[in-house]
Nanobody, 115 residues
Framework: QVQLVESGGGLVKTGGSLRLSCATS????????MGWYRQAPGKQRELVAS???????DYVDSVKGRFTISRDNAKNTVYVQMNSLKPEDTAVYYC?????????WGQGTQVTVSP
């Protein structure tokens, strides 16, 4: 059974930072493209950042220069460092592991940025 467990969410003031972690059980991590999605109330879930098995990172325009995604294959963990946070970054953040054969989601972690 594959499990993705996010941690690191919380309440932070505008301009603050948080680092989210997603620990993945099982043996799929190194074969998975990993992504961080977010969903704000009343909005669709959107891809915020992704990192390929080879380490290539991509970001949605709204977080470029502020968020950094990274992966540690030895620890089966993907991270996103979020700096210069804004109220519009408030959302539930979800971790995703996917390949052509699977697509797994974590349970989500709340990030709230106060004005």
């Amino acid at each position: 059974q594959v499990q993705l467990v996010e941690s690191g969410g919380g309440l932070v003031k505008t301009g603050g930072s948080l680092r989210l972690s997603c620990a993945t059980s099982g043996s799929i991590f190194s074969f998975s493209a990993m992504g961080w999605y977010r969903q704000a109330p009343g909005k669709q879930r959107e891809l915020v950042a992704s990192i390929s098995t080879g380490g290539r990172a991509d970001y949605v325009d709204s977080v470029k220069g502020r968020f950094t995604i990274s992966r540690d294959n030895a620890k089966n963990t993907v991270y996103v460092q979020m700096n210069s946070l804004k109220p519009e970054d408030t959302a539930v953040y979800y971790c995703n592991a996917r390949s052509s054969l699977w697509n797994y989601w974590g349970q989500g972690t709340q990030v709230t940025v106060s004005p």
